[in-house]
């Protein structure tokens, strides 16, 4: 049973076009949810995350939108640039902090 | 500060060989841990270790063994390699739960090949 589910799996977008990456989970007992950004030949690294106490954070460009009823959580990257285009991955931890990973979405912003 | 460090870059092995993956830490962190990455399949969790001396497996911990004899090392051994097992490694540290960040910090990952 995946227990965090990813959409979509690719995104192509327009520079300053705003890409939304979806997350689903299942457990409710999971309580922070982390975004992490990997480049092509790098170890993925964290951009932003949130816990279920609030339904948005905003960090520069990044924001993260948590419903916690619908146990969903989305990405938003305002004003994409060409060196946005990465591989994100959403995941989900409890309480003994072990993260559990989306499969990926593949971020191509376009000039 | 060199972060997350693992060697080798780059491995090609023939099935039955083995072999021994090195992650190395220099933020004092507890907690390690080891996930391959697939195409498509996201990162999944080899085996993890809370403290010198702990191991326990994580979601696909067949065909690996793992060690943390130092605080700031973690080794992920595969006895003998299968194809199956052809995949990026990567290892990641984070401070203990409670230490203020649930940040996990990733090193630059280990391609292992196995024909």
């Known amino acids: 049973q995946q227990q965090v589910k990813q959409s979509p799996q690719s995104l192509i977008v327009q520079k300053g076009g705003i890409p939304i990456i979806n997350c689903a989970y299942e457990n409710t007992a999971f309580d922070y949810f982390p975004w992490y950004q990997q480049f092509p030949g790098k170890g993925p690294a964290l951009l932003i995350a949130i816990r279920p106490d609030v339904s948005e954070k905003k960090e520069g460009r990044f924001t993260i939108s948590f419903n916690k009823s619908a146990k969903q959580f989305s990405l938003h990257i305002m004003d994409s640039q060409p060196g946005d285009s990465a591989t994100y991955f959403c995941a989900v931890s409890g309480s003994q902090g072990n993260l559990i990973f989306g499969k990926g979405t593949k971020l191509s912003v376009k000039p | ?115």
């Open chain 2, 1 to 115: 500060n060199a972060g997350v460090t693992q060697t080798p870059k780059f491995r090609v092995l023939k099935t039955g060989q083995s072999m021994t993956l090195l992650c190395a830490q220099d933020m004092n962190h507890e907690y390690m841990y080891w996930y391959r990455q697939d195409p498509g399949m996201g990162l999944r969790l080899i085996h993890y270790s809370v403290g010198e001396g702990t191991t326990a497996k994580g979601e696909v911990p067949d065909g690996y063994n793992v060690s943390r004899l130092k605080k700031q090392n973690f080794l992920l051994g595969l006895e003998s390699a299968a194809p199956s097992q052809t995949s990026v490694y990567f290892c990641a540290s984070r401070p203990e739960a409670g230490g203020g960040t649930d940040t996990q910090y990733f090193g630059p990952g280990t391609r292992l090949t196995v024909l």
